[in-house]
């Protein structure tokens, strides 16, 4: 592994080499030196061409975890808003010997096009680019899913939310699926794909009848960007046939959690008593988040270059 | 792989091919892990400052081994763990990325302990040296000490073993590999020509 583009380039013993990597970083957690060795001396970049707080800094305390150099690289307030191109701003990064670029774009393929274009020798691990792909946020989902559900082969799960604009629900179906789970998605006939039949997972309208067979939920934001858009009539109408409260969630088996990437529009597409409950493993998401990147970054970055190319 | 797994397929035994040959049989193994067993309790004068931590892959069923001796011997069970030292190597940088292993250390840490860090085999202490670093991590020891199954020789760095199983002279174009049941199926200890998988 070279890159980390997106969540269909994985392999399952990929995927599980990941996620059992990631299951060693969490341990950090517990220990008074919350640091290890493993990237000294190497440099990641945050490249952000878009607004992110949450994966911006986990990307970063995953990176410093791993005693790596991280240079912080955001639109405002750089060469980017003076209109440089990506080409040159991947030239720069080049020229000051990053290892690693983590890339969040608003355009779909940016990643692609930097980790393909040879303009730089770094690794690349996408942080999100335009409606197309997060793999990161899939694997710390399915990391969440399967410390507490065990293997998620054969495992039944539900993503809920605007698919259509949501790279966490391509990232994750893609994921999930090559873990072997069914997975179900769920959203206003508006907000699904135009061609869905390429999609490993089953397409429902009906949340009321999905939620009784389902062993972890994950609702997706609604951007309110999109509401002015008219994919839906009204909020209201919205949060009484998608959003999760307390009564569906009592349909749920007895083991099932619910997820959510955040940032969370309480109320909206997930009720207050849902998020603060039990099941809910919202908050966890955040910490395995931290020891998924590291996993990630550890994989791609802590070995030789040329022999990676040539194993 | 887990020590279960292999234990159910007996037959991933090879049994010992044309140029290895065998220098230390299932019996001797035993009877080495006895002799450290007792040389650990009496070097600490009694098993209560000790912590056993077995470092991956095959240190760690030897820790347990180990761990079991003293139980025997002396009536009190001691804390036992294992210490995967993968990123502190001093070679992470020049292979290829390797997957991490399991570090369990025991409940009540290190701090204050006498750690006794186990090995199959002793070379060059580099394993070693980047297991310092990593138990300078976790915590301080009042001590940390060394027990090898084998020590080989060529040593190239600062380090040696306090509780050795077999003193082994190679030569640098030998291989020596430690099968142990709950990996290989058997225990026994091969010494290989350079190119002979053993």
Redesign the interface.
């Known amino acids: 592994m070279k890159h980390l583009l997106s969540a269909a380039d994985l392999s399952r013993d990929e995927a599980n080499l990941i996620l059992d990597t990631a299951e060693e970083m969490r341990s950090l957690a517990d220990r008074p030196i919350k640091k290890l060795p493993a990237l000294r001396g190497r440099t990641v970049v945050n490249l952000f061409f878009e607004d992110s707080t949450r994966t911006r800094i986990s990307f970063e305390a995953a990176a410093k975890r791993l005693s790596a150099d991280v240079i912080n690289f955001s639109a405002k307030g750089s060469s980017l808003s003076k209109g440089e191109s990506l080409k040159d701003t991947a030239l720069t990064l080049q020229a000051m010997g990053a290892d690693g670029v983590v890339c969040r774009h608003g355009s779909s393929g940016a990643p692609h096009l930097l980790a393909k274009s040879g303009w730089m020798t770094g690794s690349v691990v996408n942080a999100g680019d335009g409606t197309h792909e997060h793999p990161t946020q899939a694997l710390l989902d399915a990391f969440t899913m399967r410390r507490h559900l065990g293997s998620l082969d054969g495992r039944r799960i539900t993503i809920v939310g605007d698919v259509l604009h949501s790279r966490v629900a391509r990232s994750n179906v893609l994921l999930l699926s090559t873990l072997g789970a069914e997975v179900t998605v769920v959203a206003p006939p508006t907000l699904v794909p135009v061609d869905m039949s390429r999609w490993p997972c089953v397409t429902s309208y009906d949340l009321d009848a999905v939620l009784p067979k389902s062993d972890a939920v994950m609702m997706l934001r609604v951007q309110r960007e999109r509401m002015n858009d008219a994919y839906f009539p009204s909020a209201r109408e919205y949060t009484r046939r998608y959003g999760l409260d307390k009564n569906r969630m009592a349909q749920l088996p007895d083991e099932a959690i619910v997820l959510h990437p955040g940032p969370m529009n309480r109320g909206m597409e997930i009720s207050a008593e849902v998020a603060d409950s039990t099941r809910s493993v919202i908050v966890e998401q955040v910490t395995n988040g931290v020891a998924i990147r590291m996993a990630v970054l550890y994989l791609l970055l802590s070995g030789s270059n040329e022999e990676e190319q040539t194993a | 792989m887990s020590p279960a797994q292999s234990a159910e397929h007996p037959e991933t035994a090879q049994p010992p091919k044309r140029s290895s040959r065998e220098v230390l049989d299932a019996s001797d193994i035993s009877r080495a892990l006895t002799r450290i067993a007792h040389e650990i309790l009496e070097r600490n004068r009694g098993a209560d400052p000790v912590v056993l931590l077995g470092i991956p892959s095959r240190g760690v069923p030897l820790a347990q081994r180990v761990s079991a001796r003293i139980q025997a011997v002396e009536g009190q069970s001691v804390p036992t763990g294992s210490l995967?030292v993968t990123?502190?190597r001093d070679d992470?940088?020049?292979?290829?990325?390797?997957?991490?292993?399991?570090?369990d250390i025991p409940a009540d840490g290190i701090d204050g302990k006498v750690v006794v860090l186990v090995d199959d085999v002793l070379f060059s202490g580099r394993t070693i040296r980047a297991a310092l670093?990593a138990l300078s991590?976790?915590?301080r020891p009042r001590a940390v000490q060394l027990a090898v199954l084998v020590d080989r020789g060529h040593r190239e760095l600062p380090i040696r073993a306090d509780y050795v199983g077999k003193n082994l002279p190679t030569s640098l174009v030998e291989r020596v590999t430690v099968h142990l049941t709950e990996y290989d199926g058997q225990d026994a200890v091969l010494i290989a020509d350079k190119g002979a998988k053993g």
């Open positions: 995967d990123m502190y992470i940088g020049l292979k290829p990325p390797r997957g991490l292993e399991h570090t670093d991590d976790i915590g």
